[in-house]
């Protein structure tokens, strides 16, 4: 707590004052994120190019945010059961792709709903991972630039066919 309380320049007491411990601090910062992220999802429709926006959402808080996001998606090393509403929103944020997914394809089965949920959610997080490591990297190709700039017609193309 001393090392986030230097880096955000303040003492370390007035970390203590707002946060018991480093995880009640770490929960906070995941609670923040993945409300951000539901927050990219409220009012998309079920058109697929409404769809496609909240997805490019997801990618775009990706690379903006890469620390947050990682603490999201990475291993986490937080006992999920003491924070209930973070377990809650963290939820949200997949159940929401869940219902997504099942407006653009109405008619299918939960299994294939969740199916083809799962398969976005890893070409979401995989997109996300190329195009921040050939940006790190200093390999960004036409490909991935222009994946960056068209991220709508990229999930189109890609995931909602």
Same mark, same amino acid.
């Given at each position: 707590?001393?090392?986030?309380?230097?880096?955000?320049?303040?003492?370390?007491?007035?970390?203590?004052?707002?946060?018991?411990?480093?995880?009640?601090?770490?929960?906070?910062?995941?609670?923040?994120? *993945?409300? *951000?992220?539901? @927050?990219?999802?409220?009012?998309?429709?079920?058109?697929?190019?409404? *769809?496609?926006?909240?997805?490019?959402?997801?990618?775009?808080?990706?690379? %903006?945010?890469?620390?947050?996001? =990682?603490?999201?998606?990475?291993?986490? =090393?937080? =006992?999920?059961? $003491?924070?209930?509403?973070?377990?809650?929103?963290?939820?949200?944020? *997949?159940?929401?792709?869940? %219902?997504?997914?099942?407006?653009?394809?109405?008619?299918?089965?939960?299994?294939?709903? $969740?199916?083809?949920?799962?398969?976005?959610?890893?070409?979401?997080?995989?997109?996300?991972?190329?195009?921040?490591?050939? @940006?790190?990297?200093?390999? @960004?190709?036409?490909?991935?630039?222009?994946?960056? @700039?068209?991220?709508?017609?990229?999930?189109?193309?890609?995931?909602?066919?």
């Amino acid at each position: 707590m001393r090392l986030v309380a230097k880096k955000a320049g303040v003492s370390t007491s007035a970390t203590y004052r707002h946060y018991n411990n480093k995880n009640d601090l770490k929960a906070e910062v995941l609670r923040k994120g *993945f409300q *951000f992220l539901n @927050e990219g999802m409220k009012g998309f429709q079920t058109s697929d190019a409404n *769809f496609a926006s909240y997805g490019a959402h997801y990618i775009r808080f990706g690379l %903006e945010y890469p620390h947050i996001y =990682d603490l999201m998606f990475g291993n986490i =090393d937080i =006992d999920m059961t $003491l924070y209930p509403d973070l377990k809650a929103v963290s939820n949200a944020s *997949f159940d929401g792709l869940v %219902e997504g997914v099942r407006a653009f394809i109405p008619n299918k089965s939960r299994k294939e709903i $969740l199916i083809k949920a799962h398969n976005v959610w890893a070409s979401v997080h995989g997109i996300v991972g190329i195009l921040r490591r050939s @940006e790190w990297q200093g390999s @960004e190709t036409e490909t991935t630039e222009w994946i960056k @700039e068209n991220i709508e017609d990229y999930l189109k193309m890609t995931t909602f066919s």
